[in-house]
């Protein structure tokens, strides 16, 4: 089972919004409604800021949002804040074989 | 407040065991999926095993299938991953995740790691 594929780094401004993509198969995002992402910053475990495709969880800004079109996810922040500089990993369930798989990972700076 | 505690990590050598533990709280954790995640030093994560409420169903990444054995205590709210056979790729930093309740899918609450080290 491959790595889900992300964009090694995406960047912006203060008060922009960027999209970070997650590219699988149709045995995991496409196959499957259950794409979660996740934030972690340096040191520390990582966070979940979106399940089940687009749903947050309590306590998550809604200045972040999930959605899905075919094999690909995207999780877009809108609003860009300093606090938001962090690597973020995308997750699927999959039917390949394993259970989960996660993405390559996205670094977010903010400039 | 829901907490995971993982520890167990340490330097060990290439094909030797190991065995983390995980000890949870504040939440009811006979009746929670939980998991392991790993992530090598300046790498990306990687979905280890996981492990339903009741022990009844286990599943394993294809590079630590075979070497590794989830397992859970409920009386003592405890999850654990017994490692053999480990090589200097397993060196990582071993999450245990717990995994949300209902049909979604997804690590809802993370510990904060315990390092295992493969080394000579």
């Known amino acids: 089972q491959s790595a889900l594929t992300q964009p090694a780094s995406v960047s912006g401004s203060p008060g922009q919004s960027i999209t970070i993509s997650c590219a699988g198969t149709s045995s995991d995002v496409g196959g499957y409604n259950f794409v979660s992402w996740y934030q972690q910053h340096p040191g520390k475990a990582p966070k979940l800021m979106i399940y089940?495709?687009?749903n947050r969880p309590s306590g998550v800004s809604n200045r972040f949002s999930g959605s899905k079109s075919g094999n690909t996810a995207s999780l877009t922040i809108s609003g860009l804040q300093a606090e938001d500089e962090a690597d973020y990993y995308c997750s699927s369930y999959t039917s390949s074989g394993t259970f989960y798989v996660f993405g390559t990972g996205t670094k977010v700076t903010v400039l | 407040e829901v907490q995971l505690l993982a520890s167990g990590g340490g330097l060990v050598q290439p094909g030797g065991s190991l065995r983390l533990s995980c000890a949870a709280s504040?939440?009811?954790?006979?009746?929670?999926?939980m998991s392991w995640v790993r992530q090598a030093p300046g790498k990306g994560l990687e979905w280890v095993s996981s492990i339903s409420s009741t022990s009844g169903n286990t599943y394993y990444a294809d590079s630590v299938r075979g070497r590794f054995t989830v397992s859970r205590d409920n009386s003592k709210n405890t999850l654990y991953l017994h490692m053999n056979s480990l090589s200097a790729e397993d060196t990582a930093l071993y999450y245990c995740a717990k995994r949300l309740s209902g049909s979604s899918k997804g690590f809802d609450c993370w510990g904060q790691g315990t390092l295992v080290t493969v080394s000579s």
């Open positions: 089940d495709v687009s």
């Open positions: 504040g939440f009811t954790f006979s009746s929670s999926g």
